[in-house]
């Protein structure tokens, strides 16, 4: 059986020149890719070392065949990224996409292109982050104090009393609500306001003091709101309103 060593080498020394260069962002941090049943992970570290681990991933469930670990040097100047261990140098062309993804030529990529997307560290790990969200029962105290908070201003703009039907996401100080807003009355709203106020809508407060403060709501019917919230308010937190 081909071992991950031989497929780690083939992987390497696969990378063409073909690929346009673009600013590199920074290179240090830990990088990730997949091919074939392979996972890769590739840690660059600011004094010039790498550490590379190798192990099979997809479709390999049972197989006893170990991670492999390996650690080298690397350089980036312009488009070329040089690697070398174990007395060899590898040189390939690298082209960024952004601050957290660069693809690499490689005939064991998905059209002949690898790519490696950077683990970006968290203060509070996604998965734990993610168990803190909570959404308040109807009825519930809290819950009615969000509603109320967003009732006012949102009253204001329809020019008549309204009522919110959707869902509440709690993550510490913060809340979301998303949703759609209808008169309390029944009644169709004013036609200056109706296209808008039929569209998504998108809450986010944060309590102050012991209460529930809107900091900003909107309507759209795609994706402006996001990110016009969190243009206004980068503080948001990752697990309630993701960056886009």
């Not at 944060?206 to 809107?214: H, S």
């Amino acid at each position: 059986m081909t071992n991950i060593r031989s497929i780690m080498c083939a992987f390497v020394a696969a990378g063409v020149s073909c690929l346009s260069a673009h600013a590199a962002p920074g290179l240090v941090g830990e990088w990730v890719t997949s091919y074939g049943r392979y996972l890769e992970s590739t840690t660059y570290h600011a004094d010039g070392t790498f550490v590379r681990v190798t192990e099979i991933g997809r479709g390999a469930a049972g197989s006893d065949e170990p991670a492999v670990e390996e650690t080298g040097s690397w350089t980036l100047a312009g488009d070329e990224l040089a690697r070398t261990w174990n007395d060899r140098t590898v040189t390939s062309k690298v082209r960024f996409v952004s601050a957290t993804s660069f693809e690499e030529e490689s005939r064991l990529g998905d059209g002949g292109v690898l790519v490696h997307d950077k683990v970006e560290p968290a203060d509070v790990p996604v998965k734990q982050a993610a168990a803190m969200v909570h959404e308040p029962k109807p009825g519930s105290a809290e819950r009615k104090a969000i509603m109320d908070s967003m009732r006012v201003p949102v009253s204001k703009v329809a020019g008549t009393d309204v009522l919110f039907t959707g869902s509440v996401a709690v993550f510490e100080d913060w809340a979301k609500f998303d949703g759609s807003v209808a008169a309390k009355n029944g009644q169709p709203f004013a036609e200056d306001v109706a296209d808008e106020l039929e569209l998504d809508f998108l809450a986010i407060l944060r309590k102050v003091d012991g209460k529930w403060q809107t900091l900003y709501y909107g309507w759209s019917g795609d994706i402006g709101t996001r990110i016009e919230a969190r243009e206004k308010h980068p503080a948001i937190p990752e697990v309630l309103l993701p960056e886009l």
